[in-house]
């Protein structure tokens, strides 16, 4: 860089020069976090390489559901790597990821290039439960460390890098085909080595910080969010360009440095902050130089004349009462109910604590229904259209709607929360009520198929999918606390798994299948498997229904927690890390030399410095 090795002669000796200070800094730490949650995305385009699965092993699609299932049970149960992250520090947990994803997908990608021979579904089912999972150790390292350090700002945090991860699939596609063409085996090589190389370049950057307020945080965060939003309005043009017209390499490696130049763009603002508050720090270190330091004083303390406990004393015991073993038990009993009693709502819960609450329960059904009807229609788009009688492309633009607006989902619940709850006290778990509510909109457009309204409607489920995820999060982190929110945020995530198997797989497959063998449309693959079709709008009418109706269920049962904490989002939910940050900032303002030098004076005369 061209400020590399700048130092100002004000400042200390030893003083950080300008590029370590920026790359030490809090905002460069977001934007490696965004770097990181962008390449997290190998999960979402399992359907581009799925294919390349299915011819090279031979496997039917039965087995290659079973592979989808073991990618979806890793990349939403992070329970491990949110235990890990609370004894460890970030860079534990991203080197960790690192190392999962690497193997994970390296060995997918041996396998399919003939570089492994005779490997059994269960090996790869192990393989992609691996790399999947290490996608839950990026987004705990990264977004749970980030959420710590801007405690007052997790609304609008979550909103963001959440947002990255709705992007990461858009932007590996964009970027893969630049490298490797249309080569779906590469593009396996490309997701094992690109996310494991950047969290290993940002173990030395994503870290815990001190809180420290920042008059224009809010602004910085609305500069990253236009960022953003130029680039999910840009994959969303290209996106539907490329599915209209072929492209080229040179147009592919044209649209993937467009790309690569929206990712770095945030860099200027980290820049531009980060030299602000260099010059702020060189400004002070003049002041307290200019400053004569006043003369230091010294505090004697008299020692005060307490009792002594004499070895004789100590060995005297209270005879023993016939009452020890009740005292006892009654001990346990008290320390069994303390451990199960819940602290007040804000502060910092243990695990278990969280666990049993029935905030959590109340949160984590109505996520239930909420997440695993929206991800039910997204997993069945495809076959959605296809029974609608959509052609192909159509269809191919409605898993681009999704994606981009699943991002503009993630941004709106993120920094929209934030406001409301800010300027007018509207709680979250309200707006997560709303969130359910709109989303029965496009399920009962799906269920009665409303001739080409499946383009709303894949609108309104990526919108709300998205939206779903940083509201769940923040509210663990307002009601539960910080201080096991790793483990507490993948318990969240949980949710999603078995929301899609309940609804997906055990109401929406079962009854397309039923439908399917009404009509008798059935073909048989080349592995002898019988393959079924459904045709029409009652293929999903009934499925939908229900989805609507478990998803309206979700709703009224979100009202229990926005009436259990009104009181609490009605009063400061964020006074406490406000008080800690301008404390920590008159410590840091205070200059060293004014500090007072206490003395005690021992019972033997002399003086000891503190």
Known sequence: MVFAGIQSSSSPSGHQNLTVHILRGRWFMVFASFLILAASGATYIFSIYSPVLKTSLGYNQQTLNTLSFFKDLGANV???????????PAWVVLTMGAGMNLFGYLMIYLAITKRLSHVPVWQMCLYILIGANSQTFANTGALVTCV????????????LLKAFVGLSGAIITQLYPALYGNDAKALVLFIAWLPAAISIVSINTVRIMKVVRQANEAKVFYSFLYIILALAGYLMVIIIIEKTLPSSRVEYSL???LVLLFLASPLYVVIREELILWKKKIQA???????PPPPLSITVEKPTDQKQETPQEKTVKEPSSPSSANSS?????ASLIKTFKAPERGEDYSILQALVSIDMIVLFFATICGVGGTLTAIDNMGQIGQSLGYPQRSISTFVSLISIWNCLGRLTSGFLSEILLAKFKFPRPLMLTGVLVLSCLGHLLIAFGVPNSLYFASVVIGFCF??????????ISE???????????NFGGVASPIGSYILNVKVTGLLYDREAEKMNLSTVTTSGAKDLTCIGVQCFRLSFLIITGATILGALVSLILVART???YQGDIYKKFREAAEKELQVEMKPPSTTSIQSKESSEGHVTKE
Do not use: D, H
Not at 78 to 88: H, Q, R, W, Y
Not at 148 to 157: A, D, W
Not at 466 to 475: D, K, M, N, T
């Open 78 to 88: 992070g329970i491990l790597s949110g235990l890990i992250n609370e004894v460890t």
């Open 148 to 159: 710590k350090n801007f405690p007052e700002s997790r609304g609008i945090v979550l909103g």
């Open 255 to 257: 649209s993937a440095a």
């Open 285 to 291: 270190n003049k002041n307290q130089n200019q400053n």
């Open 329 to 333: 038990k009654r001990f346990s009993l």
């Open 466 to 475: 998205g939206a779903q995820w940083p509201l769940l999060f923040a509210i």
């Open 479 to 489: 009601i539960f606390g910080l201080k096991y929110y790793s483990t507490l945020y």
């Open 566 to 568: 009104r009181k609490f």
